[in-house]
Nanobody, 121 residues
Framework: QVQLVESGGGLVQPGGSLRLSCAASGSIFSINAMGWYRQAPGKQRELVAEITSGGSTNYADSVKGRFTISRDNAKNTVYLQMNSLKPEDTAVYYC???????????????WGQGTQVTVSS
């Protein structure tokens, strides 16, 4: 069984930092793009940042210059370093990976269970 397990969420004051991690485990043949999404109460889930297997990145305008996405392909892990956090960053953060479990299988998207990030004084 393939799964994504996130960690690193929590409560932080405005201006603080957090680092999220998401590790893919199970029978994995390859992972293409990995990314972080977030969903605040009453809002739709939105892309925060994504990174390809080659290291190309894409960020939401609201987090550019504050968040950094990175990945360790050897560990099948993606990270999100979040600095200068604002109350509006409060949300459940979800990891997503586009992966294949066999050489002949089509890639599919997989979601983590989500981790809560709360920015408040």
């Amino acid at each position: 069984q393939v799964q994504l397990v996130e960690s690193g969420g929590g409560l932080v004051q405005p201006g603080g930092s957090l680092r999220l991690s998401c590790a893919a485990s199970g029978s994995i043949f390859s992972i293409n793009a990995m990314g972080w999404y977030r969903q605040a109460p009453g809002k739709q889930r939105e892309l925060v940042a994504e990174i390809t297997s080659g290291g190309s990145t894409n960020y939401a305008d609201s987090v550019k210059g504050r968040f950094t996405i990175s990945r360790d392909n050897a560990k099948n892990t993606v990270y999100l370093q979040m600095n200068s956090l604002k109350p509006e960053d409060t949300a459940v953060y979800y990891c997503n990976a586009d992966l294949a479990t066999t050489a002949w299988g089509l890639p599919f998207g997989l979601w983590g269970q989500g981790t809560q990030v709360t920015v408040s004084s």
